[in-house]
C-alpha cells in the first residue's frame, strides 16, 4: 500500500534527484539504516521539491522531506538525522499502517467503493501526507529517531534545536505555524520528554 502511495506522491510533486540536498538526505538516511536493528525494511529517503516545512513517512519504507523544512534547517545534519530517524520511528512502529487500516476499514464500511484503489480509500495522497498520529505516536518515534540518531553518530540534542527553531518561526507567524507542527504538535510534555530521552538513555553526544 505504502509503494502505491509513494508512486502517487511522486507523480504529484516534483522530486529532487541530482541535488547537493537530495544526496545529503539519503546518505544520512542511509546512515540511520546502517545503525537500526530493523534493516529488512527498504527505506528510501527523499526530497519534494515544495515550499511546505514538512516531512513524512509511507508505510514499508519510503520517507519524505520537503525543500521548506531542508531550508528551515540550514546546514543542520544533526537535526536532520532525528527528524529523518523520527519518521522511520513512525514506519518501524508501524503507525501509519495502523491509520490507514483504520481509514481503510472506516472508508469501506461507509462507503463500499466496486472498484477501489488505494488512493480513494485512503483519502489521496495530502491525506496520507496529514495522517495524524497520536501523541503517544509521536512520542515513541521521537523515542526511536533519537536512538537510530544517536546509534549512526548524530548529536541527539539536533532535535531538540529543531524544536526550539519550529517553536520560534510559530511564535513569529502565528496561526497554526510550520505544516510539520500539525500533524506533530510541539507540546512542552514533548520536549521534556525528548530532553528525559536523552538523558535517560545517556544518548547525549560523544556518551
Ligand atoms: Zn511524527
Not at 31 to 49: E, G, Q, S
Request: hydrophobic share 35%; glycine share 8%.
Amino acid at each position: 500500500m505504502g509503494k502505491e502511495i509513494s508512486r502517487q506522491v511522486e507523480q504529484e510533486y516534483h522530486i529532487e534527484t541530482a541535488t547537493p540536498d537530495a544526496d545529503r538526505v539519503r546518505k544520512i538516511g542511509q546512515a540511520l539504516v546502517d545503525h537500526m536493528d530493523k534493516r529488512d525494511v527498504p527505506y528510501t529517503f527523499k526530497v519534494i521539491d515544495d515550499r511546505a516545512i514538512n516531512a513524512f513517512s509511507l508505510p514499508g519504507g519510503p520517507v519524505y522531506v520537503y525543500r521548506g523544512l531542508l531550508d528551515l534547517m540550514g546546514n543542520d545534519d544533526d537535526s536532520l538525522a532525528c527528524v529523518l530517524g523520527h519518521e522511520c520511528g513512525h514506519i518501524n512502529a508501524r503507525h501509519a499502517a495502523k491509520q490507514i487500516s483504520s481509514q481503510y476499514a472506516t472508508t469501506l464500511l461507509l462507503f463500499p467503493i466496486p472498484n477501489p484503489t488505494v488512493a480513494n480509500l485512503a483519502g489521496g495522497v495530502t491525506e496520507i501526507a496529514r495522517l495524524k498520529y497520536s501523541r503517544d505516536d509521536e512520542y515513541e518515534a521521537d523515542r526511536r529517531g533519537l536512538s537510530y540518531a544517536h546509534y549512526a553518530h548524530y548529536d541527539t540534542s539536533g532535535l531538540l534545536h529543531f524544536f526550539d527553531k519550529l517553536s520560534r518561526m510559530e511564535k513569529r507567524e502565528g496561526g497554526t505555524g510550520p505544516e510539520w507542527l500539525q500533524d506533530h504538535p510541539l507540546t512542552k510534555a514533548r520536549i521534556d520528554k525528548a530532553k528525559s530521552i536523552i538523558d535517560h538513555h545517556d544518548y547525549r553526544y560523544g556518551q
